[in-house]
């Protein structure tokens, strides 16, 4: 018999060892940033999407204005919907708005950052550092976990988000 707490106990080991490939949290001013992520770009395809969860814990709003990577010639902030049943995306001129208080996800089939013209392709399990930038906050430097083709979410079991991929949608447009 193995006692109860012994069993508990191998169960919290057994989830903080899951536990840190999502653990990255950078914290910027006021902002914290969580569960960056990106996906696999097999095929030889030149743009790649960013996604991550900012929360701002401040009084103040901050905005989301752009960023930069070495893996990209260039790095904007995008908005994807749906207009007249197509699905359009575009970037954000102004930016992004993160409200004090509020929490920002950047997830598939909405705000993404968008990562143009790659180097070299993104590869399941790499870590693609990425340089932010926001009014306030200024530069903040994270990395994306590159997840597979497929994946909706940081996780390799993730399921949050929707179930759109973009290479799945013929009227979008660049
Ligand atoms: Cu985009």
């Known amino acids: 018999m193995i006692p109860i707490q012994r069993l508990i106990g191998y169960a919290l080991l057994a989830f903080m060892f899951a536990a840190p490939a999502l653990a990255e949290e950078v914290k910027a001013g006021d902002l914290v940033i969580t569960q960056a992520w990106s996906r696999a770009t097999p095929g030889g395809a030149k743009v790649a999407g960013g996604y991550l969860t900012i929360e701002n814990k401040g009084s103040a709003p901050d905005r989301l204005i ?60 790499d870590k693609v550092p990425v340089t932010l930038e926001f009014e306030k906050a200024g530069k903040v430097k994270l990395s994306l976990d590159v997840q597979g083709v497929g994946a909706q979410g940081p996780a390799a079991a993730g399921s949050a988000g929707g179930h759109m991929d973009m290479k799945k949608m013929p009227g979008m447009k660049m």
């Not at 001129?93 to 968008?114: D, N, Q, R």
């Open 66 to 125: 752009g960023g930069s990577a070495d893996v990209a010639d260039k790095v904007q902030v995008h908005e994807m919907a749906t207009n007249n049943g197509v699905m359009t995306m575009r970037p954000l001129e102004k930016g992004l708005t993160i409200e004090p208080g509020k929490t920002v996800k950047l997830a598939p089939g909405g705000y993404h950052l968008m990562l143009f013209d790659l180097k070299s392709p993104l590869k399941q399990g």
